[in-house]
């Protein structure tokens, strides 16, 4: 590599206030590579074009995207012609971090590059109603992916915890086909007739599975739509579409702030009905539980999920009240003080504690956990 050649990537390498800052140590002093500010070559037009590329996202103190690059399409066609593949994902990584999710929303192509999760969907969905026209298409690309992406996670284990619990959870003793005999339970009843001459059990009684019915359980989701339960509710949504389209349950989902919302119907479209939230506002979730007693129509067949932080608008002595009489009709009940990835979430500790007294348990888990806690609520167990 000749001398002119070091000098030139030194020079795109630190930028143009860089090269000023050095510059200022001494008129002769030697940079890496045996370059000097004074020897410092002048940027052909090709070079001036990828030096603005990176001084864009790089330059200054730190960079600021949102003011020095206008034109995003454009520098992005530009990094993509100037660097190789990994360089530029990197590159679009750093840009990302460098722009808040308002001005994220501003720039649907950078959007489109975005890497989704729950939380930058949930954010989406808040911003929904100050979105550029040209942003709205992109935004709900992104959280069609995001969808898909928690569908993926969350269904095979819920549909498992579901099945397991519910499938085989009605039996009888008078199989008449044998696909109809649940021949690990048969066994286990009937070891002490096993007969050695023989090698083998004689059984005196069969055990089969129940027949399934249309609905083995109803299940209703309650949750928060408050800014504090933003992402749960993205989790929840995919959660209770997963669990509708199970034929051994009947799921509801309802959603409240100081108002309630029964969206079960729309459920078999899980992006449609995300994208159509309204996020934020107060909390009533006394409110929600009223709604949520009158839909009950199988107490003891019954699981109601409330997801929320428990900082409660309305009448906490109510809420207390209400799911008192829920767990004494037989109603399972589960508070879930986030449903997320993140860490230990903020909720009334006092309020928590006075369900949990009564038997039901309040705590916070992720969508996988999730999948447990339904399967062992389906089946009956704490």
């Not at 990584?93 to 959007?111: F, G, K, N, Y």
């Not at 038997?359 to 447990?372: L, N, R, S, V, Y």
Request: with cysteine; glycine share 10%; net charge neutral.
């Amino acid at each position: 590599m000749t001398g002119e050649e070091r000098q030139r990537r030194w020079r795109l390498v630190l930028g143009a206030g860089e090269e000023g800052q050095q510059g200022g140590q001494g008129q002769g002093q030697p940079q890496p590579g045996g370059a000097s500010p004074a020897q410092s070559p002048a940027l052909s037009r090709p070079d001036q074009a990828l030096d603005d590329a990176l001084d864009a996202l790089y330059g200054g103190a730190g960079g600021d995207l949102s003011k020095s690059m206008p034109d995003v399409a454009r520098w992005l066609g530009d990094v993509r012609d100037y660097f190789p593949e990994p360089v530029v994902q990197i590159m679009q990584r750093d840009a990302r971090q460098r722009l808040t999710t308002r001005q994220l929303v501003e720039h649907p192509e950078l959007l489109a590059e975005v890497e989704p999760d729950a939380a930058l969907a949930a954010q989406l969905l808040a911003l929904r109603k100050v979105m550029p026209e040209r942003t709205l298409d992109t935004a709900r690309q992104v959280v069609a992916r995001v969808v898909a992406e928690l569908t993926r996670r969350l269904e095979y284990p819920l549909r498992q915890a579901a099945t397991g619990s519910l499938n085989r959870a009605a039996r009888h003793h008078r199989p008449r086909k044998l696909h109809e005999i649940n021949w690990t339970r048969t066994i286990q009843a009937n070891l002490r007739h096993y007969q050695p001459a023989q090698g083998t059990i004689v059984p005196e009684r069969l055990i089969g599975y129940g027949r399934r019915r249309p609905a083995l359980r109803d299940v209703i989701l309650l949750v928060d739509t408050s800014g504090s339960m933003a992402t749960s509710v993205v989790y929840a949504g995919v959660a209770a579409a997963v669990l509708a389209s199970l034929p051994s349950l009947a799921a509801r989902l309802v959603l409240f702030d100081t108002a309630v919302v029964d969206v079960s119907d729309q459920l078999g479209d899980p992006v449609a009905m995300l994208f159509g939230l309204r996020l934020g506002g107060g909390t009533n979730i006394d409110r929600a539980l009223t709604y949520a007693r009158g839909a009950i129509s199988r107490p003891r067949d019954t699981v109601v999920v409330l997801i929320t932080d428990l900082f409660e608008g309305g009448s906490k002595e109510g809420v207390v009240r209400q799911v008192g009489e829920l767990l004494a009709g037989g109603v399972a009940v589960i508070v879930l003080l986030a449903l997320s990835d993140g860490g230990a979430p903020r909720y009334d500790v006092a309020l928590a504690q006075q369900l949990a007294d009564l038997g039901a348990p309040a705590f916070a888990c992720t969508p996988e956990q999730f999948a447990e806690v339904m399967g062992r609520a389906l089946n009956g167990r704490n």
